[in-house]
């Protein structure tokens, strides 16, 4: 249902019709970022242009590093002849990628050593989104948007202001905890009627069963309880899914249950030395 309400509001978007961007909010590890991908899958060849972008804690302070992911696709996409811009859209791009904020973060320092402040680079990013929109449309994905840096939250605002729903729409994930870090863009996008939130619960007792039936299916081996499995994991997809993988390795004595920070250092031993030094 969450895909088909997602992809309903794409399609008015695409066609023209009054719409809505989407803001998917939940806890951690409920499936905003799956569920994100999913819709950027669906969407991929559909005659739009998508550019992608993840918002990280580290990175959080750090002035427009949040667009980083979006101008770096950008600057693919030129360079792969897909996309022609102005000497003006490319040089935004540039200024996006190779700018270094200085003093108070509201000048930065761009490579040839001139000095812009923050409405000079958000006038000529605008001018550039102004060229896109002329040739495209444009969904842009924001990741964890809880942890957007200001300078790209004031940038998101008014490219949402000028093109929102129009020319240009916005699906980004949002923890319930994270809510209180971007109020001020959440309430300035929803009271312009820009956007509508989507809530991702966790799993409901029967939705469990179903899922721990599927899973262990064939398996003779386990006396599974599923209740109990529900009752222990709250029907949280994160920790559902670990419980189930030890299930299927180690078989079911009814007592053990994985916490999540341990599901979580789990995931992360999964990395390489590079991801996790990222």
């Known amino acids: 249902s969450e895909i088909q309400f997602i992809d309903e509001q794409i399609f008015l978007f695409l066609n023209g019709e009054s719409t809505r961007s989407v803001i998917i909010k939940g806890e951690v ?4 970022t799956a569920l994100m991908q999913q819709i950027a899958e669906m969407n991929r060849g559909a005659g739009v242009l998508q550019l992608i972008s993840h918002c990280y804690e580290a990175e959080s302070e750090i002035p427009l590093r949040s667009w980083r992911d979006n101008f770096m696709q950008l600057e693919q996409l030129i360079g792969d002849g897909k996309i022609s811009l102005s000497q003006a859209g490319t040089r935004a791009i540039s200024l996006v990628l190779n700018g270094t904020a200085v003093g108070s973060h509201d000048t930065f320092r761009i490579k040839d050593g001139e ?3 923050y409405t ?6 605008l001018a550039l989104l102004k060229e896109l929109c ?3 449309k444009i969904i842009l994905y924001f990741d964890s948007l809880h942890w957007m840096d200001v300078i790209s939250r004031r940038l998101l605002q008014r490219i ?4 929102g729903n129009d020319r240009v729409f916005l699906i980004a994930t949002c923890r319930i905890d994270g809510e209180q870090d971007i109020r001020g863009l959440l309430v300035a996008l929803s009271e312009r009627g820009l956007t509508t939130s989507l809530l ?7 939705e469990t069963r179903n899922i721990v039936a599927d899973t262990l299916k064939g398996r ?7 209740h109990e499995i529900y009752l222990r994991t709250e029907g949280h997809p994160l920790v559902l899914t670990g419980m189930l993988n030890m299930i299927l390795q180690e078989g079911w004595d009814g007592t053990s249950l994985p916490h999540l920070d341990m599901l979580i250092q789990l995931q992360l031993e999964k990395l390489t030395p590079r991801q996790r030094k990222v």
């Open 115 to 117: 000095y812009l402040n």
């Open 134 to 136: 002329a040739q495209w």
């Open 220 to 226: 003779l081996d386990t006396d599974v309880n599923a």
């Open 160 to 163: 949402m202001i000028e093109f």
């Open 200 to 206: 991702l619960p966790c799993f409901s007792e029967e």
């Open 29 to 32: 590890g409920v499936g905003k």
């Open 120 to 125: 000079a680079i958000e006038n000529e990013v």
